[in-house]
């Protein structure tokens, strides 16, 4: 689980909905007063990127504004465990080859992916 994070919403906010997308891996924590509290909550087991899309609506249930939201799970913070900067790079969506999918790469001084 993610540390949860706060936003201010604009006063016109009536409903906060998560949708599109996976939107298990996101929690809600609270809603009050426009202060909303996020959290990326992935199932234990889940290694990757998933995505999906938070609604606000006003009373009358028009959409006044829409987030795309991003999670990257990983196995850990060390070694093999972290994530690639390919998985990095995709998670941020940048569309960038960064030449290479592991790790580690290499030093040496030809161009890879993008360059």
Known sequence: MSKPDSMML??????VK???GDTSAFKILSYKKQQLR?????????????KAKMQIKNS???????FNLTGLSTKGLE????ATLATVVNALGYKVN??????????LPGLQ???
Do not use: R
């Open 38 to 50: 996020l959290a990326f909550t992935p199932a234990a087991n889940f290694i990757g990127i998933t």
């Open 79 to 82: 070694g093999e465990n972290e």
């Open 10 to 15: 604009p006063a016109t906010a009536s409903s």
């Open 60 to 66: 009358a249930g028009k959409l006044i504004a829409e």
């Open 98 to 107: 960064v030449g290479w999918t592991t790790l580690a790469n290499n030093s």
């Open 113 to 115: 992916g993008d360059e």
């Open 18 to 20: 998560l949708s599109n």
